[in-house]
Each structure stands twice: as structure tokens, then as C-alpha cells.
């Protein structure tokens, strides 16, 4: 995609979010106590942002403002019409702001910007539009009932609002899965408190910005920045929320599970996984490389839904293992603003440790490195895009998300043992 977007540009863009500030009830606030922590570009290694630490203070004082605003506040009397009115008015602003939300994101995740600026965004705001196009359309039905001493009777449905959501978002994607919690969460009328990562808030902050253009009341939708241990666990344990949304990994969507337990509030997990993606003999096998390799790599591989086992038929196995190490070793990767990159860094030094740590320990175990397997960079965490064979299901390269440019490639005989190897993690 041709862009005008450079390095320079970027810097510009990100020089007006600055101060990175929580959005409270409506207003654009530093932490309570002053504390902030730092956010660094993957892509360069530089500080970006001091993020402010909010804490448990804010916690409560967010959901005390969606609270009101459920169930007295100007929120709860908008018509359904009117809120669908403001949900496309969102879209809008979020469509003419698109390079500035992309190249936050980019900024914070390390990602080429064509990902956030061709798809996520663009993505984002259809989400926005589809439920803003719902908001009116909710209704229950009426169902005829037996009639009752002669006279014609019905029973009716009626759909309310759960009420004031608490919303974990991860940092992959971050502005697409806002949108996705965000979009049905408001078009039905409840109010939200968002906690973001701690490694993506500046594209979140930037839209909380565009939320209150939209006319949207204060305390609707409040976005509390934070540590996972002390924002997120005063969200997930929060007495006055109806609903948990999260979305993250196993890990901490257990320890989020049993927190929201505890006041029995419900939780929607959305977690991590190891997708299979299975190649038989028959398949047009260039395309099939072709794909199997957008399955794994996109987002640097750090999408939930990655591709990251690939399942191959014996009989094709040996050339299709060396097409995917071909094709891997001609992704190009690259800083974010570079129009040539195809891949961009991951998201922090832990990360790619862990990553690097994964295809040690396939090696240890005997699988092969086919293509990759090393840090691509001195300068940013960039891993280059990894192929390995001869590995088998009970590794941990092939049983664990990696959440990176690692894909492992085992062979298999017949359908049930595809299915089998497919379900075994
Ligand atoms: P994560 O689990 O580390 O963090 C998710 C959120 O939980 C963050 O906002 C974090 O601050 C918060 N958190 C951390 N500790 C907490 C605690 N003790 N109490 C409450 N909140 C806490 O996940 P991540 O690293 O941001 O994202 C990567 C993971 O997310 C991967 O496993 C990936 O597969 C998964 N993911 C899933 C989907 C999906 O739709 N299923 C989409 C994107 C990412």
C-alpha cells in the first residue's frame, strides 16, 4: 500500500498523543500517585512513552463513572437510535484518523505498517459501523401463549444491557480487538472500563480521544492504563462490574477467571492456542505453502489464531518442507515505516527471548532448523521467520503457543492421524 508515512512523520504524530493520559469519567489524567512506567518501540529499542501506573484508586473511580452512567446517568436515557447515531459518527472519526491510529500501533507493537494501516483499521471501523447498524435492531419477541379465559394472551422476550463491562485487551491488534469489545458492548448500551496491555495503549488512548468527539458521555468508556498485577487484577475483582471480557493468555485469563469468581461475575475468555493447518497430497501445493506461510508469519506470528503446527501429508512432506524454508528465507524483514518490509520486530526483549529460548529447546530435542532460527538484528527484536522439521507432537515447539515466527512441520500418514495430532495439546 503507498503511504506518505515516514519515520519522521511517525514522530510527529507521536509527539501530539503525548502526555499518554488515562481517560477517567471524561478527563485525560496522569496516574493518581504520579506513576508511570516506560513504553519502548520494539523496532528501535527507544523510549516512547512514559504510560501512566494507574491503580487500584482509578480502577475504582473508572468503574464508579461507568456505574452512573448505567443506571442514572445521560447514558442510560440515550435511544437506541441515538447511540447508533454516535456509533457511525465513531466509525467516521476512527476511518479519518486511520494513519494516526496505525502508526500508534505500529509505534508499540513493532509491526510493518501496512498490517494496522490495510487491514486492522480499516477493519476496525466496519466493526464499528456493523453494530452501530444493530443498536436499533435488538428487540425480544412475542410468543402466543394458550389463551387464557377466553381471551387472546402472549408471553414477550425483552433484551437489556448486561450492564458495566470490564474489557482486558492484549497488545496484538489492540485497536481491532477494542473495536470488536467495544462496538456491541456500546450499540446494546453498556458502559466499559478498559484495561490495555502494558505494551499497547497509545492507538487505545488515541481512540478514547475520538470516543468523546463521537459525543459519547463522559464515563461511558474509560480506559485505565496499568500493570496486569495491580490495574487488571482490581478490574477482574471488581464488585461493581456485571461482566468480564478478556482477552490474553491461558495464563493470566485463569487467574482473571478466578478473580471475577469470587464476586461470581461472569468472564468471556478469549484465549491463546497452537492452530494446525493440514496440507494433503491433492492440494495445489504452491498455493498451500503460500497460505500455510500467511498463517503462521502475519503479525510476526503473534496472533492467536497463527498457524503455527503444520500437518503434512508424507507423501509431500519433504518438498513442501523445503518450499515453506524458501519462502520463509524470502520474507524481508524490516523496520515498520519501510515499504518494502514484510515482517517487523516482536514486541519485546522477553518475547524474543522466549521465542529464541523455544527453537533452542526444539533443537535440544532433535527437530531440525530448515530456515531461520536465529536473532535477525542487533538493534530491535527482530527473530527471523523459522521453519523446523523433523520435530515431533510431544515437543514443546510443537505443543506450546510460541506466540513468534516459529512454525513446526510434522508428517502424517492417514486422516485420523492428521485429526489425532491436530486435537492433542
Ligand atoms: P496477557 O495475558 O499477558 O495480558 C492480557 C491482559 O491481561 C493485559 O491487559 C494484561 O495487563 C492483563 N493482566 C496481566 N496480568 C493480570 C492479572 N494478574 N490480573 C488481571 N489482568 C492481568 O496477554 P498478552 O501477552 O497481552 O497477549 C498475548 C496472548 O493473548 C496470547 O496468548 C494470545 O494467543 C492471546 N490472544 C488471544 C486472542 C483471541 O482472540 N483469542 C487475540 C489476541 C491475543
Known amino acids: 500500500m503507498a503511504t506518505l508515512i515516514t519515520e519522521e512523520s511517525a514522530q510527529k504524530i507521536l509527539a501530539n498523543a503525548l502526555p499518554a493520559r488515562m481517560l477517567i469519567d471524561g478527563e485525560c489524567v496522569p496516574s493518581r500517585s504520579g506513576e ?60 479519518r484518523d486511520t494513519e494516526i491510529l496505525s502508526v500508534l ?65 492484549p497488545w496484538n491488534g489492540q485497536t481491532m480487538i477494542a473495536a470488536w469489545k467495544l462496538a456491541p458492548a456500546l450499540a446494546t448500551g453498556c458502559t466499559v472500563v478498559i484495561k490495555p496491555s502494558e505494551e499497547g495503549q497509545l492507538a487505545l488512548l488515541h481512540l478514547g480521544k475520538l470516543i468523546a468527539e463521537a459525543g459519547l458521555p463522559d464515563g461511558v468508556v474509560n480506559i485505565v492504563t496499568g500493570l496486569g498485577a495491580t490495574a487488571g487484577a482490581a478490574l477482574s475483582s471488581h464488585p461493581y462490574i456485571d461482566k468480564v471480557s478478556f482477552t490474553g493468555s491461558p495464563e493470566t485469563g485463569r487467574r482473571v477467571h478466578q478473580a471475577a469468581g469470587t464476586n461470581f461475575t461472569p468472564v468471556t475468555l478469549e484465549l491463546g492456542g497452537k492452530g494446525p493447518q493440514i496440507i494433503w497430497p491433492d ?31 508424507r507423501s509431500i512432506y519433504d518438498r513442501v518442507t523445503e518450499e515453506l524454508g524458501d519462502r520463509a528465507n524470502r520474507i524481508k524483514l524490516g523496520t515498520p515505516f519501510d515499504e518494502s518490509t ?73 486422516e485420523e492421524d492428521a485429526v489425532r495430532i491436530a486435537n492433542d495439546t
Not at 504510560?51 to 464508579?64: R, T
Not at 463513572?65 to 437510535?81: I, K, L, M, P, Y
Not at 425480544?140 to 458495566?164: C, F
Open 36 to 95: 508511570t512506567f516506560h513504553k519502548f518501540n520494539p523496532a528501535t529499542e527507544t523510549l516512547i512513552a512514559e504510560i501512566p501506573a494507574g491503580g487500584v484508586q482509578e480502577i475504582d473511580e473508572a468503574v464508579a463513572a461507568a456505574r452512573a452512567q448505567f443506571d442514572h446517568g445521560e447514558w442510560s436515557r440515550v435511544s437506541n437510535r441515538e447511540r447508533a447515531r454516535m456509533l457511525f459518527r465513531l466509525a467516521d472519526l476512527m476511518e
Open 342 to 414: 514484510q515482517m517487523g520486530a516482536l514486541i519485546n526483549a522477553n518475547q524474543m527471548n522466549r521465542v529464541l529460548g523455544y527453537i533452542d529447546s526444539g533443537r535440544e530435542e532433535g527437530a531440525r532448523v530448515v530456515a531461520g532460527g536465529e536473532r535477525a538484528r542487533e538493534v530491535g527484536y527482530f527473530v527471523q521467520p523459522t521453519i523446523v522439521d523433523e520435530a515431533t507432537p510431544d515437543m514443546a515447539i510443537a505443543r506450546d503457543e510460541i506466540f513468534g515466527p516459529v512454525v513446526a512441520v510434522l508428517p502424517f500418514e492417514t
Open 105 to 169: 500501533q505500529v509505534l508499540e507493537s513493532g509491526q510493518p505498517l501496512y498490517e494496522p494501516l490495510g487491514k486492522d483499521i480499516p477493519l476496525s471501523v466496519e466493526i464499528m459501523r456493523y453494530y452501530a447498524g444493530w443498536a436499533d435492531k435488538v428487540h425480544g419477541s412475542v410468543i402466543p401463549l394458550p389463551s387464557a379465559n377466553g381471551r387472546p394472551a402472549h408471553a414477550y422476550t425483552v433484551r437489556e444491557p448486561v450492564g458495566v463491562l470490564g474489557m482486558f485487551i
Open 283 to 313: 492440494a495445489d501445493i504452491e498455493h498451500a505453502v503460500k497460505m500455510a506461510a500467511v498463517g503462521v508469519f502475519a503479525n510476526q506470528g503473534q496472533i492467536c489464531g497463527a498457524g503455527s503446527r503444520i500437518l503434512v501429508h
